[in-house]
C-alpha cells in the first residue's frame, strides 16, 4: 500500500497560484501513475490532473494552460502548479497513486492521501 502526504494547499485570491506537493512512500514511485483529484463541497470527487512514469500529463478540460502536474522520481514526489485560480477551484484536492496497468488515470480508486485544502475567494 503507498502512503501518501499532500501539503501546500491554503486560501488565496481568485487569479492566484499555488503549488501543490505530495510525497509518496511504500511502494515503487517509478511503477506508479501519479493524480491529483478535488472535492467541491457538496460535489462528487473528480479528476483533475494525471502523470505517468515517464512524465506524460493528461488533465480535465477545465484546468487545461492553467494547472501543471510534474513529479520528482528522485524525491518520489508530484506537484501540482495551480494558476489562474478561480473559485471553482476550491475543494479538497486528494493526491492518488495507482499501478501503471491501470490505464484508466480517472478512475476513482488506489491509494489516497489525506487532502489538502484549496479555498480561492472572488
Known amino acids: 500500500q503507498v502512503h501518501l502526504v499532500e501539503s501546500g494547499g491554503g486560501l488565496v485570491q481568485s487569479g492566484g497560484s499555488l503549488r501543490l506537493s505530495c510525497y509518496a512512500s511504500?511502494?515503487?514511485?517509478?511503477?506508479?501513475?501519479m493524480g491529483w483529484f478535488r472535492q467541491a463541497p457538496g460535489k462528487e470527487r473528480e479528476w483533475v490532473a494525471a502523470i505517468t512514469p515517464g512524465s506524460s500529463t493528461t488533465y480535465t478540460d477545465s484546468v487545461k494552460g492553467r494547472f501543471t502536474i510534474s513529479r520528482d522520481h528522485a524525491k518520489n514526489a508530484v506537484y501540482l502548479q495551480l494558476s489562474s485560480l478561480k473559485s471553482e477551484d476550491t475543494g479538497v484536492y486528494y493526491c492518488?497513486?495507482?499501478?501503471?496497468?491501470?490505464?484508466?488515470?480517472?478512475?476513482?480508486?488506489?491509494?489516497w492521501g489525506q487532502g489538502t485544502q484549496v479555498t480561492v475567494s472572488s
Open positions: 511504500g511502494g515503487i514511485f517509478s511503477t506508479l501513475v
Open positions: 492518488n497513486a495507482k499501478s501503471y496497468a491501470y490505464r484508466d488515470y480517472a478512475a476513482d480508486f488506489g491509494s
